[in-house]
């Protein structure tokens, strides 16, 4: 069964650096998300991306965020200068069409990131 | 969104049927129903999804009265591995909210 892949599992890095967080969605797949969760805390939404644009983010993917489809398989979610509270497992997902709620989203196993 | 309300936590034993009820009484006609699995340490799965009736596939059953104002979902004879959280979803939206979920411990 096809899935979503995640790169890292896990990266440490020192508040006020960049982090880039790789995803390979399913192929045939044309829309991508970044959720993330908090320890212990529920799943968020982050952000939507759909030919070539952004088309929903939450109020928490501010200006210090960004996300890019560089090539035709890669989607990455960029970070560019990491706080405390930036720590947390970060899920990408993908789903063959929007209207996410009825149409099955796929997610990749996590990115764990633990700012210093 | 429709807002869904489903118990916080529950506890069963290996080999029960386990069924977790969500509430979701202001579901529009064109919503569907789905629930979502997570791990521990893991990204959500899905289990399920449903308009009306009764679903089935080979993991989970979903019910779905009449009213559409409630969905029950049945985890035929559970195992351990089975202790998980369990999200209902309803809408129709270009992104999932989750609530807290249904944290599900199963004991041996």
């Known amino acids: 069964e096809p899935e979503v892949t995640q790169t890292p599992s896990h990266q440490v890095t020192q508040m006020g650096q960049e982090v880039i967080l790789r995803c390979v969605p399913i192929s045939n797949h044309l829309y991508f998300y970044w959720y993330r969760q908090i320890l212990g805390q529920k799943v968020e939404f982050l952000v939507s991306?759909?030919?070539?644009?952004?088309?929903?983010k939450s109020e928490i993917f501010d200006d210090q965020f960004s996300v890019e489809r560089p090539d035709g398989s890669n989607f990455t979610l960029k970070i560019r200068s990491t706080k405390l509270e930036d720590s947390a497992m970060y899920f990408c997902a993908s789903s063959l069409q929007g209207l996410a709620i009825q149409e099955t989203q796929y997610f990749g196993p996590g990115t764990r990131l633990l700012v210093l | 969104l429709a807002k869904t309300t489903q118990p916080i936590s529950m506890d069963s034993y290996e080999g029960q049927e386990v069924n977790i009820t969500c509430s979701h009484n202001?579901?529009?006609?064109?919503?569907?129903i789905t629930w979502y699995q997570q791990f521990p340490s893991q990204g959500p799965r899905f289990i399920i999804q449903g308009y009306k009736t009764k679903v089935t596939n080979e993991v989970a059953s979903l019910f779905i009265p009449a009213d559409r104002k409630s969905s029950t979902l049945s985890l035929p004879r559970v195992s351990l591995s089975d202790t998980a959280v369990y999200y209902c979803l309803v809408g129709r939206d270009d992104k999932i909210i989750f609530g807290k979920g249904t944290r599900l411990h199963i004991l041996p």
């Open positions: 202001n579901i529009a006609t064109n919503d569907y």
């Open positions: 991306f759909y030919n070539n644009e952004i088309s929903e």
